[in-house]
């Protein structure tokens, strides 16, 4: 049985996050210099030693939030498996190429982007206050770290980041420097770089980016599958995504055997099982364990929504990545 203690335990408030503001190799580049990482299940892909690890075990995947204010940005880089963002907070602007000039998209609170795996991307808080975007990473170690453009490297070198070979970020302004025994991290070669695609606009805007309010209208009597087999985005990156509003569930309990992560995205939730309840606030993400009998509805009137995430059998990869 689990306590309602227990159940807190599996539950990252939204209030209680811990940022990190060293987490990548572009932490002191102007521009990126302000941003914030978190890490709220499993250890994502930080560079850095410092980052707080809110949840360490993984349902096989990760998830984690960037927090910005307004004109920051994070820069270019690319993953082995996926990375899907929704938007908690602001107004983003997402751009994609070996340069960020390949094409763009603007999402707004609630929209969702499946980025297609192995094209480098970066995104920037273009809204007028903090913003926050959360993140779905395929794989139990997240594609085991990012790839920089190269120019993000050569940057990050001028403002005293080095980046070695194993992923670990050493800071030469606190007087770190490369152990004698590691490597820099290689830049890509020009020949590598062939192999990183830049999609047309309308292919990704088309395919993985789904509206907040398209959602909440398809949402009307039952879950909508927004990334799987039969999702709004159609993909098989090892976990699905479903989104639920006020009206998506019956008033009954359910279980599944698989592990659910719900990631509240407006309104109050109450999370009711045999042993306790809990509720979840915006922001909030809570990890429900597997064969758990619980009902889940909201707890009180106005806007209500969440996307909720579930293991697959299939394996973390790039299982859409465009070729064009």
Known sequence: MISPSDMEKRIVRYGSLKPCKTAFIDAHTPGSNLKENFTIVGGGVSESPDQ?????????????????????????????????????????????????????VTLEEGDIFNIPTGIFRGFEN????????????GGDDAGGGVIWA?????????HGLVLSETGRLYDTKKGQSLPKNEKPMPILSQEQLKNFPEPDPHEVVSQFVARYWDLVAL????????????????DRPGFEVDFISRNSLQEKNYNTERHEILMIMRGHWNLSWENGSATLAPGDTCCVPPNLSRQLSPSMSGEASLYRVRNTDDPAGPTLAPTS
């Open 126 to 137: 273009i809204g007028t206050d903090y913003g926050m975007i959360m993140a779905i990473l």
């Open 52 to 104: 707080h690890v809110h949840i360490k075990e993984t349902p096989g995947f990760n998830i984690g939030a960037a927090g910005q204010p307004p004109k920051c940005r994070n820069s270019l880089h690319s993953h082995r498996t996926a990375e899907v963002f929704f938007v908690l907070k602001g107004r983003w602007r997402f751009f994609w190429g070996r340069w960020g000039d390949a094409g763009e």
């Open 219 to 234: 949402s009307l009597k039952q879950p909508v599958p927004v990334i799987g087999d039969n999702g709004v985005l159609k």
């Open 150 to 158: 190269p120019q993000v490297i050569q940057d990050a070198s001028e």
